[in-house]
């Protein structure tokens, strides 16, 4: 299955477009057609702050605040462990806003339970960039439906490395949406692509079908990817772990092992298939138990057995197929989306 990139985008687009009905809502308006592009920030370190640790800190927040890394806050001020103090005073370095990679420009609108922290933290930036770019905003008294400007990396470089070695620049928190809920906020960062597919093909299914349960999202990337326990890849913003659709369910898809005849194999292939048949799937593990009943409900509804045997490892262990057996996918699946750009 090989795709010309730009012919992918282009399905990917018209998928997003088609979808935008059931999606109506999304909350980030990363509006294209309204696109600035400001020079911006590179890797290299040029400016200096000390920030003071106050109660409740930790390295990590205050990490994710200011878009560095733990280890290299504990580098800069020659931490052996991340441990800190109140009043402690820490080194943060800042980067230059004048060369290198390129920012566009991007409006957020204001949504109920919002802080200027956390609308800075999930798009990368910190709450004094935030400021700059809204100088006439009082940050502490953001009202429901303001539009904010947002001036994030371009997502056309998003995901640099490999799933098992890279970094995400640019990343977009998927948030709970139609037809799923968020696990963990902090852990369920992808790439604008990513995150769009996930989105909107879950919809998909529940603009299609009635009384479809929730599905749970669990671990995609962290903000800026890199390492995150206990995965191997999961580390540029293309792999997400999701619960299986399971038959007589009401509420949500919890993450519990599911049996071949608790698959609500409709469901499942309705939302493979929506993915696969867009190209922006490298890989779906799932447990070749599990694959059974989706493939058969397939082969049920039509579709052909060449079909088919592109798109499943079953029924012949060890063969090739998007949908491939790996160990532990018996209480969710993990897709692997492709880089699409
Ligand atoms: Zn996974």
């Not at 919002?114 to 933290?121: F, K, L, Q, V, W």
Request: contains cysteine; negative net charge; aromatic residues 8%.
């Amino acid at each position: 299955m090989s795709h010309p990139v730009h012919s992918i985008m282009i399905r990917a687009l018209l998928l997003v477009a088609a979808l935008a009905p059931a999606v109506a809502g999304a909350q980030t308006s990363t509006a294209s057609s309204d696109v600035e592009v400001l020079e911006a920030s590179d890797i290299r370190w040029t400016g200096r702050i000390t920030y003071e640790v106050a109660p409740g800190d930790t390295l990590g927040e205050i990490a994710e605040e200011y878009g560095v890394t733990v280890e290299e806050i504990r580098r800069w001020n020659n931490l052996r462990s991340d441990r800190i103090n109140v009043g402690q005073s820490l080194v943060i370095r800042t980067r230059s806003s004048s060369s290198g990679t390129e920012r566009v420009r991007t409006t957020y609108t204001v949504r109920s339970g919002d802080t200027g922290s956390a609308i800075a933290r999930r798009h990368g930036v910190s709450v004094a960039e935030l400021q700059r770019w809204n100088r006439n905003t009082n940050l502490d008294r953001l009202r429901i439906g303001q539009d904010l400007v947002v001036y994030v990396e371009d997502s056309g470089s998003g995901s640099t490395g490999s799933p098992q070695r890279g970094r995400l620049r640019g990343g977009v928190a998927l948030e709970s949406g139609t037809g799923f809920r968020v696990r963990n906020a902090e852990r369920a960062y992808g790439t604008p692509s990513t995150v769009s597919f996930i989105r909107n093909g879950i919809a998909r299914v529940t603009a299609r079908y009635v009384e479809v349960p929730d599905l749970m999202v669990h671990d995609l990337s962290f903000a800026r990817g890199g390492r995150m326990t206990p995965h191997a890849s999961h580390q540029n913003g293309l792999d997400a772990d999701i619960t299986y659709f399971r038959t007589g369910v009401q509420d949500v898809c919890s993450w519990q092992d599911v049996e071949p005849r608790e698959l609500d194999a409709r469901l499942q292939w309705y939302l493979f298939r929506t993915w696969i048949e867009l190209g922006v799937v490298e890989y779906i593990f799932v447990n070749f138990e599990l694959q059974q009943p989706i493939y058969d409900y397939a082969l049920a509804r039509g579709a052909s057995v060449e079909q088919l045997d592109e798109w499943f490892e079953y029924p012949e262990r060890g063969s090739s197929g998007v949908i491939r057996h790996e160990a532990g996918h018996d209480d969710h699946f993990h897709i692997r989306f492709r880089n699409v750009q």
